[in-house]
């Protein structure tokens, strides 16, 4: 037959294991707190890297075209070098021949004017080039972004459908273990209420062989459980008991309430049960708690 004891011990224990799954269930929460903030930090690295890139591609295209440009100059510069000296050769033959001189300079000078028209018309090509691939690749890296950022919106819808999932089937098996946990409470309760009543028959059947009467003995529901006579003294510790509990909104357990009055445990139950009743206090797994 299990003791008072034993009782207590089961019911101490059923409390534990459950404090100690809504434990677990607060580290699941922060561990997947911890994941969203990961895909976020994530999410802004790759971020800064794509606008790194880009800003080194279009940087290689200016030094590119740049050099180009450069290039160009000095192969015009060292034309006009090669063409100031075919002029000063021209000068020291004009004197003997020199119409025909002129009429070759002119044609030179149309030719030369033909190849630097040519050239600006060359630049001006290789710029426009230049200027549709940067438009081509700056709408190529804006589309490129555009996708990416598609596939994080999409992967952060997932993420979130997945979490509310995961707290919708978490939420379900906290209900399922309170529910379990109420049944088994109900359990040790009728278990407790079928040995008080084995007891009282021990005890009459003890007493009746005593003084050799038999005695009836009625089961503890049929019988009216004594009223507590209310007096200055009880209603005095009872009302003491419930400021001492509204002044400590983080509960307190039923041996600190038996040390800060003095009194006996199943005293103290006495005015905790009458205060519940007036719905002035309430238990929590073991702490009390003023309403």
């Known amino acids: ?23 677990g269930i607060a580290q699941l929460r922060e561990t997947v707190k911890l994941d969203l903030k990961g895909f976020q930090d994530s999410r802004t690295a790759m ?20 050099a180009q440009l450069k290039e160009l100059d000095a ?3 060292a034309m006009s070098r090669e063409m100031r000296a075919e002029l000063n050769k021209g000068r020291q033959t004009l004197a003997e021949d020199e ?20 050239g600006k018309a060359a630049v001006k090509t290789l710029l426009a080039e230049f200027d549709s691939t940067h438009k081509a690749m700056s709408r190529e890296m804006k589309a490129t972004l555009a996708r990416g950022r598609q596939i994080l919106v999409k992967e952060e819808k997932e993420r979130q459908g997945q979490a509310r999932q995961f707290m919708g089937e978490l939420g379900r098996k906290v209900t399922e273990e309170k529910t379990a946990t109420r049944a088994r409470l109900k359990e040790f309760a009728e278990i407790q209420a079928g040995a008080r009543d084995e007891w009282q028959t021990l005890t009459a059947t003890m007493q009746a062989q005593r003084v050799g009467v038999a005695v009836e003995v009625k089961p503890e529901e049929a019988v009216a459980a004594p009223v507590e006579a209310k007096t200055p003294e009880t209603t005095d510790l009872r009302d003491r008991v419930f400021e001492y509990l509204a002044n400590r909104p983080d509960g307190t357990k039923m041996t600190e309430l038996e040390q800060e009055f003095g009194v006996a445990r199943i005293q103290m139950a006495k ?21």
């Open 1 to 23: 037959m299990p003791t008072k004891e034993d009782m207590r011990s089961l019911a101490e224990d059923i409390v534990g294991s459950y404090a100690d799954r809504v434990a």
């Open 47 to 66: 971020a800064k890297e794509l606008r790194a890139d880009l800003a080194k591609i279009v940087n290689d295209m200016k030094s590119a075209v740049s």
């Open 75 to 77: 192969t015009h510069a």
């Open 99 to 118: 119409g025909k001189r002129q009429s070759e300079a002119r044609e030179f000078i149309g030719e030369l004017c033909q190849a630097v028209a040519e």
């Open 271 to 291: 005015q905790l049960r009458s205060l519940m009743d007036e719905n002035k206090v309430e238990k929590r797994e073991l702490l009390y708690f003023a309403i």
